[in-house]
């Protein structure tokens, strides 16, 4: 069964720190890259960050140096570790399972139910 649960959201105010992790069923998550979504209301859905399975990560240029993606093979879960949060993070943050070929990503679209995070001034 594909399964994948975000939690961790919140609010908090600007500047602070915030902690997401998604649980992911053993099935996709040790055979493919992990990443982090985030959707603003009216604005697309937008990629935040990756992690393949050998522990290679990479972020959207509005996160770097203030984000960290982590991934837990034993317990199956993908963290996002976000820092230094402003208003313009305020989003739902969905994880999703995917995979790159050469530089392009992909995702698989086996979306969870999302977890909101907002940041205030």
Known sequence: QVRLVESGGGLVQAGGSLRLSCAASRSIFSMNA???????????RELVATITTAGRTNYADPVKGRFT?????????????????????????????????????YNRGFWGQGTQVTVSW
């Open 69 to 105: 993606i982590s991934r837990d093979n034993a317990k199956t879960t993908v963290d996002l570790q976000m820092n230094s949060l402003k208003s313009e993070d305020t989003a739902v943050y969905y994880c999703d399972a995917g995979y790159y070929s050469g530089s392009n990503w």
């Open 34 to 44: 992990m990443a982090w979504y985030r959707q603003a209301p009216g604005k697309q």
